[in-house]
C-alpha cells in the first residue's frame, strides 16, 4: 500500500508562483508514472501533468510553457512547479501514481489564484 502526502498549495495573486510537492511511502515496489491532476468546482478532474519513470513529461495545453513537472527517485517525490498562474487555475490538485500496476492518489491541496 502507497500514502501519498502532498503540500505546497494555497492562495496566490495572478502571476505568481507555487511549488506543489508529493511523497510517496509504505510499501513501494517501483514508482512508475507520477502526475498531478486538478478538479475545480462543477467541473471533471483534469490531467496537468504527468512524468515517467527515467523523466518524460507530458502537459496539458493550459499549463504548457507555465508549469514543469520533475521527480526526486531518491525521494520517492514528484513536484508541480506552477508559474504566472491564473485565476482559471483555481482547483484542488491531486497527485496520483502508479506502483506495480495499481494507482494511488493524494487527499487533494487547494489552489486558489485570486486578488
Known amino acids: 500500500q502507497v500514502q501519498l502526502v502532498e503540500s505546497g498549495g494555497g492562495l496566490v495573486q495572478p502571476g505568481g508562483s507555487l511549488r506543489l510537492s508529493c511523497a510517496a511511502s509504505?510499501?513501494?515496489?517501483?514508482?512508475?508514472?507520477m502526475g498531478w491532476y486538478r478538479q475545480a468546482p462543477g467541473k471533471q478532474r483534469e490531467l496537468v501533468a504527468y512524468i515517467g519513470r527515467i523523466g518524460i513529461a507530458n502537459y496539458a495545453d493550459s499549463v504548457k510553457g507555465r508549469f514543469t513537472i520533475s521527480r526526486d527517485n531518491a525521494k520517492n517525490t514528484v513536484y508541480l512547479q506552477m508559474n504566472s498562474l491564473k485565476p482559471e487555475d483555481t482547483a484542488v490538485y491531486y497527485c496520483?501514481?502508479?506502483?506495480?500496476?495499481?494507482?494511488?492518489w493524494g487527499q487533494g491541496t487547494q489552489v486558489t489564484v485570486s486578488s
Open positions: 509504505g510499501v513501494i515496489f517501483s514508482l512508475n508514472g
Open positions: 496520483n501514481v502508479m506502483d506495480s500496476g495499481r494507482s494511488y
